[in-house]
């Protein structure tokens, strides 16, 4: 069988877009990643203890229902050559289709929940997607974490159409989606995470050191609503699509900032972090638990207490077990989830949950500052292909 991975040969930035096949099987790698295959013995024995450990862990959520009985696993994997992480070859009876699942927390599922919640949500935009334009020229991203903007803001500089990432993203999380829902025991739901109020706090440090007006705030606010909205459409149509049996429902906790957020800038003012934080933890018992305990320093905290809140919430309750299915990028969330889930299991609280990421299948020939990079505009030759790998 061969596992295509679609390569972009020309990450430069010309206009000129050349997407190629690169064939797994025949041992083709790809920057940041070894392709290898699963050692076993004649016998078809894993020989690697921890490569064993991982897929025996899957085998048992098999044989509980609690993941698609329908994926079987495949001869290859892939290993991240920056932190060692594995992504393990499950291929679809469904589709032939192969799919790089890495698995975390297989411990935490509960034997037989009566309710599974899928957690799940792509991000906007891409690094490039969104950027402001400083008065001396320069661009700075509003969308990469840690990036700071630290000169005065002439403009807005957002790329309407939608990115190779988003789009990417939709197809192989929704399609991870419909596996899940079509091959466990019990009935699922999907609580969908498309990011908005985050993306607002993300031109809050600018706009409180006075280098951001209020009307280029406002107008950011104005297309991040825009882009969250789409996105949200659309992934709820591919959940419906992949998944048609699977109630959907919104879920993030953080979604009443916005409005916080726009009116005080409207207004002139700072938003505060701190009014915000008490705002939060005003949820539930579990969103002051998070408060407290992370004490969130930054903007950027405060979101991903909010990610981590949502991966939580959805596996707490009777009967209930949560499965994150999420881009690889993110895993860091599920670290502190774990670290987390044992503090309320402390007190007596059990947080089941999981979590899931299948791997990108779109690489770059060279490393750039995008996950994917597009050169010039998307059409259906180019995007075709990047959807097939998925069905």
Same mark, same amino acid.
Not at 137 to 165: F, H, N, R, W
């Given at each position: 069988?061969?596992r295509?991975f679609?390569?972009?040969?020309?990450?430069?930035?010309s206009? +000129?877009?050349?997407?190629?096949?690169?064939?797994?099987?025949?041992?083709d790698?790809?920057?940041?990643?070894?392709?290898v295959?699963i050692p076993?013995?004649?016998?078809?024995f894993?020989?690697?203890?921890g490569?064993?450990?991982?897929?025996?862990? @899957?085998?048992?959520?098999?044989?509980?229902?609690?993941?698609?009985?329908?994926?079987?696993?495949?001869?290859?994997?892939?290993?991240?050559?920056?932190?060692?992480g594995?992504?393990?070859?499950?291929v679809s009876?469904?589709?032939?289709?192969?799919?790089?699942?890495?698995?975390?927390g297989a411990?935490?599922?509960?034997?037989n929940?009566?309710?599974?919640?899928?957690?799940?949500?792509?991000?906007?935009?891409?690094?490039s997607?969104?950027?402001?334009?400083?008065?001396?020229?320069?661009?700075?991203?509003?969308?990469?974490?840690?990036?700071?903007?630290?000169?005065?803001v002439?403009?807005?500089?957002?790329?309407?159409?939608?990115?190779?990432y988003?789009?990417?993203s939709?197809?192989?999380?929704?399609r991870?989606?419909?596996e899940?829902?079509?091959?466990?025991?019990?009935?699922?739901? @999907?609580?969908?995470n498309?990011?908005?109020?985050?993306y607002?706090?993300?031109?809050?440090?600018?706009f409180?050191?006075?280098?951001?007006?209020?009307?280029?705030?406002?107008?950011?606010?104005?297309?991040?609503?825009?882009?969250?909205?789409?996105?949200?459409?659309?992934?709820?149509?591919?959940?419906?699509?992949?998944?048609?049996?699977?109630?959907?429902?919104?879920?993030?906790i953080?979604?009443?900032?916005a409005d916080?957020?726009?009116?005080?800038?409207?207004?002139?003012?700072?938003?505060?972090?701190?009014?915000?934080?008490?705002?939060?933890?005003a949820?539930?018992? @579990?969103?002051?638990?998070?408060?407290?305990?992370l004490?969130?320093?930054?903007?950027n905290?405060?979101?991903?207490?909010?990610?981590?809140?949502e991966?939580?919430?959805?596996?707490?309750?009777?009967?209930?077990? +949560?499965?994150?299915?999420?881009?690889?990028?993110?895993?860091?969330?599920?670290?502190q989830?774990?670290?987390? +889930?044992?503090?309320? +299991?402390?007190?007596?609280?059990?947080?089941?949950?999981?979590?899931?990421?299948?791997h990108?299948?779109?690489?770059?020939?060279?490393?750039?500052?995008?996950?994917y990079?597009l050169?010039g505009?998307?059409?259906?030759?180019?995007?075709?292909?990047?959807?097939?790998?998925?069905r």
């Amino acid at each position: 069988m061969s596992r295509e991975f679609i390569s972009i040969a020309d990450p430069s930035g010309s206009t +000129a877009i050349n997407l190629e096949q690169r064939d797994l099987d025949q041992g083709d790698l790809f920057p940041g990643m070894d392709c290898v295959p699963i050692p076993v013995d004649a016998a078809g024995f894993i020989t690697n203890k921890g490569i064993r450990k991982e897929v025996q862990k @899957v085998a048992g959520l098999q044989e509980n229902g609690t993941f698609p009985r329908q994926l079987q696993r495949g001869g290859i994997l892939l290993k991240d050559q920056k932190n060692g992480g594995r992504f393990v070859e499950y291929v679809s009876d469904t589709s032939g289709n192969p799919f790089f699942l890495k698995v975390r927390g297989a411990e935490r599922m509960l034997t037989n929940p009566r309710e599974l919640r899928i957690v799940s949500g792509p991000c906007l935009f891409s690094v490039s997607g969104a950027e402001v334009i400083n008065t001396d020229g320069s661009t700075t991203t509003l969308t990469m974490p840690g990036v700071a903007i630290d000169k005065e803001v002439a403009g807005l500089q957002i790329q309407e159409e939608i990115s190779l990432y988003e789009i990417e993203s939709l197809e192989r999380l929704t399609r991870t989606i419909g596996e899940y829902t079509q091959g466990v025991d019990m009935p699922c739901a @999907v609580a969908v995470n498309v990011p908005r109020s985050e993306y607002y706090l993300y031109a809050l440090d600018a706009f409180n050191q006075g280098l951001m007006g209020k009307d280029i705030a406002t107008e950011y606010f104005d297309k991040v609503d825009a882009r969250s909205n789409r996105i949200r459409n659309l992934f709820v149509s591919r959940i419906q699509s992949n998944a048609p049996t699977a109630d959907i429902f919104m879920s993030n906790i953080n979604e009443p900032l916005a409005d916080f957020v726009r009116a005080q800038v409207i207004r002139g003012l700072r938003p505060s972090l701190a009014e915000m934080l008490e705002r939060t933890a005003a949820t539930d018992y @579990v969103a002051s638990a998070l408060v407290q305990v992370l004490q969130p320093q930054t903007y950027n905290q405060l979101n991903y207490l909010g990610y981590i809140y949502e991966e939580m919430i959805n596996g707490i309750g009777v009967g209930r077990a +949560a499965v994150a299915i999420e881009n690889p990028s993110e895993e860091m969330i599920y670290v502190q989830v774990e670290r987390m +889930a044992k503090l309320f +299991a402390a007190d007596q609280t059990e947080v089941n949950t999981m979590a899931v990421y299948p791997h990108q299948q779109v690489v770059t020939e060279e490393p750039i500052k995008n996950l994917y990079f597009l050169p010039g505009a998307a059409s259906l030759s180019t995007i075709r292909p990047v959807l097939r790998q998925y069905r």
